[in-house]
């Protein structure tokens, strides 16, 4: 059974840091890309940063570019999303995913078909 989870989150001052991180298990974890995505109230879920299997390769929301840093371990199943700069419209729930669909976009959520339960981060001003 595949699990991922979330942690990390927090109430944190425009202008703070976190960091998130998501473990894994129940899959080959090194095989996987893995995303991070978000999700404020009521708002449609969005992709926030992506990592290749290798970590050769990352992604990015142009509105995350430059603060957030996506990062991974294998040999810890970890992947981890560290957030400089916070501004309150980064809070929401944050979501781990692996990627399962090969060849699709690294920035669809329907390209991932495992997530975690999701953390929440929220940045006051």
């Known amino acids: 059974q595949v699990q991922l989870v979330e942690s990390g989150g927090g109430l944190v001052q425009a202008g703070g840091s976190l960091r998130l991180s998501c473990a894994a298990s129940?899959?080959?974890?090194?095989?996987?890309?893995m995303g991070w995505f978000r999700q404020a109230p009521g708002k449609e879920r969005e992709f926030v940063a992506a990592?290749?299997?290798?970590?050769?390769?990352?992604y990015y929301a142009d509105s995350v570019k430059a603060r957030f840093t996506i990062s991974r371990n294998n040999a810890k199943n970890t992947v981890y999303l560290q957030m400089n700069s916070l501004k309150p419209e980064d809070t929401a729930v944050y979501y781990c995913?692996?990627?399962?669909?090969?060849?699709?976009?690294?920035?669809?959520?329907?390209?991932?078909?495992?997530w975690g339960q999701g953390t929440q981060v929220t940045v006051s001003s």
């Open positions: 129940g899959l080959t974890f090194s095989t996987y890309a």
């Open positions: 995913a692996a990627k399962t669909s090969r060849g699709a976009p690294m920035t669809f959520p329907g390209s991932y078909g495992y």
């Open positions: 990592i290749s299997w290798s970590s050769g390769n990352t």
